[in-house]
């Protein structure tokens, strides 16, 4: 009889026991390669959301939205402005191309998208510009004019009466 069922044989009795801790550790080994299968393969394996960069900058008189939309054509990007809500969206097509072997990552991700940005005043729709260069979008949204204020001097003499002949 060997060491291990002489000392707790109620634990040690194969499949039939309550525990075993070889076959707890082989459990645990399968679900620790279906935890990494799904954390290394399944993102390769299935199309990830396109989501593309963007850069938001505020000046005095206007904002600049930069997106940087690579492999998307003009004709699929849409931009709307309603008050003071600029909605960006559009489409990067996916070319299907024959699978190559040895290939084992995609990284290049397809599909449309959508990105909203509530601006934080006032802005003139009327004179905003878009222009689209090498994959690369900018959208220059002027302020609206902002009065300045204006410093009131204070004079001494009468008080100013008002129209119904009472000291205002």
Known sequence: MSIRNRLLPELWRGERSAW???R???RMQRQMERLLD???????????AFVPACDVEESNTHFLVT???PG?????VKIDL?????????????EHKEEVPGRYARERYYGSFTRSFALPSKV???KVEANYVNGVLQIAIPKTEIVVGKSIPIKEGKL???KQGKVA
Not at 72 to 76: G, I, L, Q
Not at 82 to 91: H, I, K
């Open 160 to 162: 100013i009466e008002s």
């Open 24 to 26: 707890e550790l082989s």
């Open 20 to 22: 075993n801790p070889t």
């Open 67 to 69: 997106f940087d939309l």
């Open 72 to 76: 998307v054509k003009k004709e699929d």
């Open 38 to 48: 799904d954390y290394f393969v399944e993102p390769y394996a299935t199309e990830a």
């Open 124 to 126: 003139n729709a009327d």
């Open 82 to 94: 309603q008050e003071n809500q600029l909605t960006v969206s559009g489409e990067r097509k996916h």
